[in-house]
């Protein structure tokens, strides 16, 4: 029994066969491979232009901004200031009542004391004990030493402004006036005591937690010789240096006749026996 083979496709329909393969014109094919190309192409183009577009936008809102922003900042910057100076004005305003209550209470109390003699001679102890811790505002012959800062440093410089007067170079005067034998010292008009701090708080010095500008007067009261023993001390020498190095004015000029003010409201801590607080 002999095997059966498979015949042959038909001619017939291996031409429809390719009919159907390649049912479009090859040119018509070409065409649109083209066009689906530059159709990719194009949207390539359109994403860059709207990526660009939204950069030139982000760039231009955070120029704008920093714009805005700018006359903000200085105008908060001036409204701290405005405040600061407001502020200062006001305790300036009961720094000077309170001296004048402290002058009442001085008068009352030396009338109170002015019957019999150990009266007497006790308000001369309490105004004596008052000119030693600050309280009271202290007169006699002395000297003024007057600090400025030097020249500014140039525009761009790196580092710190050595030409500036700082707490440091104030604290420095404070100590040779007072080993030279002064009996009172104050720096623009802010009385030095054993409670008053003399430190810096970013560009500013403060003394007793006052702030202050320079110039800065430091104004002693002592011996007639003060101003002498001052020139001759060792904080002297130093400061001739900083004028030397770094351009500080420094003036020193003695006083027949010098008035240095109280502190007013000098408090005073303090522990008894068996207090172990």
Same mark, same amino acid.
């Given at each position: 029994?002999?095997? *059966?083979?498979? %015949?042959? @496709?038909?001619?017939?329909? #291996?031409?429809?066969?390719?009919?159907?393969?390649?049912?479009?014109?090859?040119?018509?094919?070409?065409?649109?491979?083209?066009?689906? #190309?530059?159709?990719?192409?194009?949207?390539?183009?359109?994403?860059? !232009?709207?990526?660009?577009?939204? /950069?030139?936008?982000? $760039? /231009?809102?955070?120029?704008?901004?920093? *714009?805005?922003?700018? @006359?903000?900042?200085?105008?908060?910057?001036?409204?701290?200031?405005?405040?600061?100076?407001?502020?200062?004005?006001?305790?300036? %305003?009961?720094?000077?009542?309170?001296?004048?209550?402290?002058?009442?209470?001085?008068?009352?109390?030396?009338?109170?004391?002015?019957?019999?003699?150990?009266? *007497? $001679?006790?308000?001369?102890?309490?105004?004596?004990?008052?000119?030693?811790?600050?309280? =009271?505002?202290?007169?006699?012959?002395?000297?003024?030493?007057?600090?400025?800062? !030097?020249?500014?440093?140039?525009?761009?410089?790196?580092?710190?402004?050595? =030409?500036?007067?700082?707490?440091?170079?104030?604290?420095?005067?404070?100590?040779?006036?007072?080993?030279?034998?002064?009996?009172?010292?104050?720096?623009?008009?802010?009385?030095?005591?054993?409670?008053?701090?003399?430190?810096?708080? !970013?560009? %500013?010095?403060?003394?007793?937690? *006052? @702030?202050?500008?320079?110039? &800065? /007067?430091?104004? +002693?009261?002592?011996?007639?010789?003060? =101003?002498?023993?001052?020139?001759?001390?060792?904080?002297? #020498?130093?400061?001739?240096?900083?004028? +030397? /190095? &770094?351009?500080?004015?420094? #003036?020193?000029?003695?006083?027949?006749?010098?008035?240095? @003010? !109280?502190?007013?409201?000098?408090?005073?801590? &303090?522990?008894?026996?068996?207090?172990?607080?």
């Amino acid at each position: 029994m002999t095997s *059966r083979t498979p %015949a042959e @496709p038909d001619a017939s329909l #291996s031409l429809l066969r390719r009919l159907v393969d390649d049912a479009l014109d090859p040119g018509y094919q070409e065409a649109t491979d083209r066009g689906d #190309s530059e159709g990719a192409n194009w949207r390539h183009s359109i994403a860059i !232009g709207l990526a660009i577009a939204l /950069t030139a936008t982000l $760039a /231009t809102a955070v120029v704008i901004q920093v *714009r805005v922003g700018a @006359p903000d900042e200085g105008r908060t910057r001036a409204e701290l200031t405005d405040r600061v100076q407001l502020a200062t004005a006001s305790v300036e %305003a009961i720094d000077s009542q309170l001296d004048d209550l402290n002058r009442d209470a001085d008068e009352l109390r030396e009338t109170a004391l002015a019957g019999t003699g150990p009266d *007497r $001679a006790l308000a001369d102890e309490v105004a004596r004990l008052q000119a030693e811790v600050g309280v =009271a505002e202290v007169e006699g012959p002395g000297v003024r030493v007057v600090m400025d800062d !030097g020249p500014p440093a140039p525009v761009g410089s790196a580092g710190p402004d050595l =030409a500036r007067v700082l707490d440091t170079d104030i604290q420095l005067v404070v100590n040779g006036l007072f080993a030279a034998g002064a009996a009172a010292v104050a720096v623009n008009g802010q009385r030095i005591t054993a409670l008053s701090p003399i430190r810096s708080a !970013g560009d %500013a010095v403060l003394v007793g937690f *006052r @702030p202050l500008t320079p110039p &800065y /007067t430091i104004s +002693a009261v002592g011996s007639e010789s003060l =101003a002498t023993d001052f020139e001759s001390g060792n904080a002297r #020498s130093v400061l001739g240096n900083l004028e +030397a /190095t &770094y351009g500080i004015d420094v #003036s020193v000029v003695a006083e027949e006749n010098l008035g240095v @003010p !109280g502190s007013g409201d000098l408090q005073v801590s &303090y522990v008894t026996k068996g207090d172990r607080s």
